[in-house]
């Protein structure tokens, strides 16, 4: 297990998976970002200069339009939803945190001293609540009735990473129900570190004065902006994971799969870190868990030889 501890730990260590493993021409399955990424030649970059204050204002509403928020001042562009959930761990202090887990582990890191629940159950007298929907590593999703429900009594912080290019609850965010939204996963650019919380004016006031008032990058601004206008681009790659989602499925016809999201797969399989390795033999990066040996989450192949490879690497398990 120690030789795997550092690629538990997040996705896209391709570098290490190189040195430890060997091969070249890896193909990183290990992330849940999509492997298309919007093609952003051609827009003006803004390297050399910062970013204008109406610019910034633009990618505001341009992504309120796509996660069908009517007031753009409700939503604040961030550096990456995982800076985000440390800032509002200083704004949303709270007494008696909770985070849904099995999760994504920068929630449990934000809120350090909270304390773990199950999916779909009742966090009892917690006054904060952390989960992602849907959630990761298994694609589950909670209600969104459960969540309006829960904000009643507790403040509510929804990850919603995974779940475009559908709505979420962004449109009904709260000072009470506050949603997380990233920009690089569906769009396959997480480079850019772009990312937004949506909420009501006590949040999103804290929220931007602790970012000041450069909060991302020229760059930032202008692929974001590009990207939540074309609307064309963003169906075909709805499109696109959806075609390839099945046909990853068929690949995975052998293993016993328990989750289930657009950009992901979650495999279960008494000897998954051995074939975390074996894969790693192919030059074919996925994630494995450290408190769940027997899982595997399995990202989507960019094309017909990613999946030809994953296929060939899959029939000749032992086992």
């Known amino acids: 297990m120690d030789d795997l501890a550092e690629f538990c730990a997040h996705g896209g260590r391709v570098v290490a998976a190189a040195r430890a493993f060997g091969g070249d021409d890896w193909i990183d399955l290990s992330t849940g970002i999509a492997p298309w990424p919007y093609d952003h030649g051609g827009h003006d970059l803004g390297f050399d200069r910062l970013p204008e204050p109406g610019e910034l204002a633009e990618l505001e509403a341009a992504a309120a ?34 985070v849904v887990r099995p999760g994504y582990a920068g929630h449990a890191a934000a809120w350090g001293q909270a304390r773990s629940v199950a999916a779909h159950t009742d966090p009892g007298d917690a006054d904060l609540l952390v989960l992602a929907n849907p959630a990761n590593p298994d694609g589950r999703v909670t209600p969104a009735d459960q ?73 930032a601004v202008a692929i974001g902006s590009a990207a939540y206008a074309d609307r064309a681009w963003i169906a075909e790659q709805a499109e696109r994971i959806d075609t390839v989602g099945t046909l990853l499925d068929l690949a995975l016809t052998d293993l016993d799969t328990i989750g289930h999201a657009p950009l992901f797969r979650l495999v279960r399989t008494r000897h998954a870190h051995r074939l975390f390795r074996h894969l790693c033999r192919h030059a074919i990066l996925t994630r494995p868990f450290a408190d769940r040996p027997d899982r595997l989450r399995i990202g989507l192949p960019r094309d017909g030889a990613a999946l030809a490879r994953l296929t060939t690497a899959l029939m000749e398990v032992d086992r």
């Not at 996660?67 to 761990?89: K, Q, S």
């Not at 919603?160 to 769009?187: N, T």
């Open 65 to 98: 339009r796509a996660f069908g928020v009517v007031d753009p001042a409700r939503v604040v562009a961030v550096p990456g939803t995982d800076l985000a959930l440390r800032l509002l761990a200083m704004i949303l202090p709270a007494e008696r945190p909770a």
């Open 147 to 219: 969540l309006r429900a829960l904000a009643q009594r507790m403040t509510v912080v929804v990850d919603e990473a995974y779940a475009d290019p559908a709505p979420g609850l962004a449109a009904e965010a709260s000072d009470r129900l506050v949603v997380l939204r990233s920009f690089g996963k569906f769009h396959g650019l997480p480079g850019v570190r772009l990312g937004f919380v949506i909420a009501g004016a006590r949040v999103t006031g804290a929220l931007r004065h602790l970012l000041g008032d450069w909060p991302v990058s020229s760059a």
